[in-house]
């Protein structure tokens, strides 16, 4: 029997290598699938929040929304909530003087917002508290001028999270 060293082929050591590219490569691809899983569902929670948040400022900012502002005298200082009554979103006076924040959120809280009122079915352990707060600054050129500001905290891969929205309201003088 005569053998040949002309026979080529893949020997023990190259397939080892291959196979450890190869594995190397899946490793790195399923770390980045599932990290960018978790930032995407992170960025839903935020989104979900941000746009109460911004529903809340604009409601209040809207001349439309009667919060019986002209009783307030410089520096007043009055706290709302949102709230869903008959498939209608708006705001709701709170009586107290607690500024939210992520240490006073919780679902017992006076702030805290139902999603499942707003429409959204996978609301899971999303924990969101909404506090829109109107100061009155004064009055200029028959102008009353209010500082309204929307005060959210969210649950965002399980730690609380702060987020302040500042606008103005400014309405004729009575």
Do not use: H, W
């Not at 929040?49 to 001349?63: C, D, N, T």
């Not at 002209?70 to 009586?95: F, P, Q, R, S």
């Not at 969210?154 to 309201?169: D, P, Q, T, W």
């Amino acid at each position: 029997m005569k053998y040949t060293s002309q026979i080529k082929g893949t020997g023990l050591v190259e397939v080892l290598v291959a196979l450890a590219i190869f594995s190397l490569t899946m490793i790195t691809v399923v770390s980045v699938t599932t990290t960018s899983l978790k930032r995407i569902k992170r960025d839903e929670v935020e989104d979900r929040a941000i746009g109460i948040q911004f529903r809340s400022l604009e409601l209040a900012k809207s001349p439309v929304q009667n919060l019986g502002l002209e009783k307030m005298k410089n520096g007043d200082i009055e706290y709302y909530t949102l709230e869903v009554a008959a498939n209608k979103i708006e705001l709701k006076k709170v009586n107290g003087s607690t500024v939210i924040s992520p240490g006073n959120c919780s679902t017992q809280s006076n702030y805290y917002v139902n999603l499942a009122d707003y429409g959204y079915e996978d609301v899971g352990d999303n924990l969101i508290c909404n506090q829109v707060t109107v100061e009155f600054l004064g009055t200029q050129d028959d102008l009353d001028t209010y500082e309204v500001k929307s005060l959210l905290v969210y649950n965002s891969a399980g730690k609380l999270e702060f987020n302040e929205l500042v606008g103005y309201r400014r309405e004729k003088s009575i």
